[in-house]
């Protein structure tokens, strides 16, 4: 059974930095691209980052770029997030997901775990 499992998020004040983690298990991961996905109060949800299944391919959303970077280790199972000079608006719930048909370079929201907060704040 595939599940998802975020960890890392806390509470961090502006300008500083979190690495969230996102470990898989019942899937193979050479087969599947994986993003990272957050929703804010009252906000729709929206991509932030996606990694192809090799770790070749990255890509951000415009407002993280230069300061986000997604990485992976499929020998860990296991996709990153690291965020540095953290905003307020990027207090979310963070998610990492993969497609419901394995894709190894689009990201889409299939399956997901059950988030990780992140709070920026002073």
């Known amino acids: 059974q595939l599940q998802l499992v975020e960890s890392g998020g806390g509470l961090v004040q502006p300008g500083g930095s979190l690495r969230l983690s996102c470990a898989a298990s019942?899937?193979?991961?050479?087969?599947?691209?994986i993003g990272w996905f957050r929703q804010a109060p009252g906000k729709e949800r929206e991509g932030v980052s996606c990694?192809?299944?090799?770790?070749?391919?990255?890509d951000y959303e415009d407002s993280v770029k230069g300061r986000f970077t997604i990485s992976r280790d499929n020998a860990k199972n296991t996709v990153y997030l690291q965020m540095n000079s953290l905003k307020p608006e990027d207090t979310a719930v963070y998610y990492c997901a993969v497609p419901i048909i394995p894709n190894r370079s689009s990201c889409q929201w299939g399956s997901w775990g059950q988030g990780t907060q992140v709070t920026v704040s002073s």
């Open positions: 019942g899937l193979n991961m050479d087969d599947y691209a």
């Open positions: 990694i192809s299944s090799s770790g070749g391919s990255t």
